[in-house]
């Protein structure tokens, strides 16, 4: 579904990406480690084609979209469904409005269609009647939700989460990951999910990988991880204060 060779990416005249190869095959939960300042958030657009790598390819859904045109590269993105760190809710808008956004925004549908698809989405992610609340009237738990519902509502193939406990409890962490499980067991989609809490992004994906330094230091299975000697992802992973981090 997504396959990066040998990508690179600097900003003035600095790397980020430094020859990341990666491929997530369709259907598979895959997950992404690293330091802040790593190149996590740069991988992660250019992998949904928000972001031209300055070099390398970049196959999505089996096409190249390193030459593609913006309105090619628009068509590339409704492929995808984002989960924003923060939430990205629209503050102004009610909490049915900001669901329904990316299929309001993306074509013509009948707006009690929209609606009734709206309210359908919310009653799955467990927020059933909050349609005419707004963003302000939520917790951080249900912020997190309604953010799931847009980022679902359109049954994309690829749907990013970017950190998706962040700033919650343990509880309402384990909560938010039985959701997210639940929706992919439904969907069978391809998810990339990026996380700092290593220990609950675990239970969730299929596969996880960590980026240092712009490289890609581990690619493998959860139980690869347990037993990865690398140093760099040995003292991320047990915590280790002394180490090259």
């Known amino acids: 579904m997504i396959k990066l060779t040998n990508v690179k990416k600097s900003f003035l005249n600095e790397t980020v990406l430094d020859g990341i190869d990666l491929e997530i095959r369709e259907g598979t939960v895959w997950g992404l480690i690293g330091p802040p300042a790593s ?8 992998a949904c084609g928000l972001l031209r790598p300055d070099s390398g390819s970049v196959i999505i ?10 309105r090619e590269m628009m068509e590339t993105r409704r492929k995808f469904g984002m989960l924003f760190q923060n939430n ?3 503050d102004f808008m009610t909490v049915g409005e900001n669901v329904s956004f990316p299929i309001f925004w993306g074509g ?16 799955a992610v467990g927020l059933a009647g909050s349609e005419s609340k707004m963003p302000s009237e939520l917790s951080g738990g249900m912020k997190k939700r309604v953010g799931i519902a847009r980022a679902t509502i359109s049954s994309p193939k690829i749907v990013i ?20 499980r639940s929706i992919q067991e439904k969907s069978k989609g391809t998810v990339l ?3 700092s809490d290593v220990n609950a992004l675990r239970t969730f994906v299929d596969r996880i990988a960590m980026i240092y330094k712009g490289k890609l230091v581990f690619d493998g299975t ?13 003292q991320f992973i047990r915590g280790d204060l002394k180490g090259p981090l």
């Open 88 to 90: 990205a809710l629209f």
């Open 161 to 180: 989460y970017d950190e998706p406990t962040a700033g919650l409890d343990p509880v309402t962490t384990s909560k938010v990951y039985d959701l997210l």
């Open 193 to 195: 999910a990026v996380s």
């Open 222 to 234: 959860v139980t690869d991880l347990d037993v990865c000697e690398h140093p760099v992802v040995h």
């Open 39 to 46: 190149g996590k958030s740069v991988l992660l657009k250019i």
């Open 108 to 123: 013509n549908m009948d707006p009690s269609k929209l609606e009734e698809l709206s309210s359908n989405r919310l009653k």
């Open 61 to 70: 859904d089996d096409v190249d979209i390193t030459e593609n045109t913006e």
